[in-house]
């Protein structure tokens, strides 16, 4: 069935380091993917989004670019503030109507 | 842009108890909201799709009778937990779509953190 699968964390990095978090999902069609992030004790918030093979969300220094070929969605960064940490959750929009599937996340923390 | 506002932020209650969290869409109409429950350290799950003036659709293995959805107007779902459990203890998320667009990235509420004694 479709699936998402997340990297697991926690994910320690000092400032200005550079992130990457995988994200793969398995799927008969073609969903559209987002990343979300989720600050202490917040709800989600929609980081970046992509729904075509190709396409590259970016928001906030954040990128992630849908690779069908590998289906992958892999959230990257150049160079992370402590400010960024927070748990990211990898999404897919398998039916079309926003019925997500999310990953399991994956916490992020960067120290100064 | 689209706001979606959850209350209560945090609620304790007693065992055997109802709780009941609203979910509002402050400034978009949302035919569609989804509850979602999360556990520490772990995913979201969907629990149910609430649309307005429509019985909920429940994920399987959610009591249905158990979480109550109501979605009486475009901008209000709540969701009940009736006889509440420490079991039920858990961080609650709503989520709204804007009206009108399918495919459109969700809008959440900032989450209600249930705790049952």
């Known amino acids: 069935g479709d699936s998402v699968t997340q990297m697991e964390g926690p994910v320690t990095l000092s400032e200005e380091a550079f992130l990457t978090i995988n994200c793969t999902y398995t799927a008969t069609g073609y969903p559209s993917l987002f990343w979300y992030v989720q600050y202490p004790g917040e709800g989600l918030q929609l980081l970046l989004k992509?729904?075509?093979?190709?396409d590259k969300g970016s928001n906030k220094g954040f990128e992630a670019t849908y690779r069908k070929e590998t289906t992958s969605f892999h959230l990257e960064k150049g160079s992370v503030q402590v400010s960024d940490s927070a748990v990211y959750f990898c999404?897919?929009?398998?039916?079309?109507?926003?019925?997500?599937?999310f990953g399991k996340g994956t916490m992020l923390l960067v120290s100064p | 842009g689209a706001v979606v506002s959850q209350h209560p932020s945090w609620v304790i209650c007693k065992s055997g108890t109802s709780v009941k969290i609203e979910c509002r869409s402050l400034d978009f109409q949302a035919t569609t909201m989804f509850w979602y429950r999360q556990f520490p350290k772990q995913s979201l799950m969907l629990m149910a799709t609430s649309n307005e003036g429509s019985k909920a659709t429940y994920e399987q293995g959610v009591e249905k009778d158990k979480f109550l959805i109501n979605h009486a107007s475009l901008t209000l779902s709540t969701l009940t937990v009736t006889s509440a459990h420490p079991e039920d203890s858990s961080f609650y998320i709503c989520?709204?779509?804007?009206?009108?667009?399918?495919?459109?990235?969700?809008?959440f509420g900032n989450g209600t953190r249930l705790t049952v004694t």
């Open positions: 992509a729904t075509k093979a190709d």
């Open positions: 989520s709204a779509r804007t009206q009108g667009t399918a495919n459109s990235p969700l809008h």
């Open positions: 999404a897919c929009d398998f039916s079309g109507y926003s019925t997500l599937t």
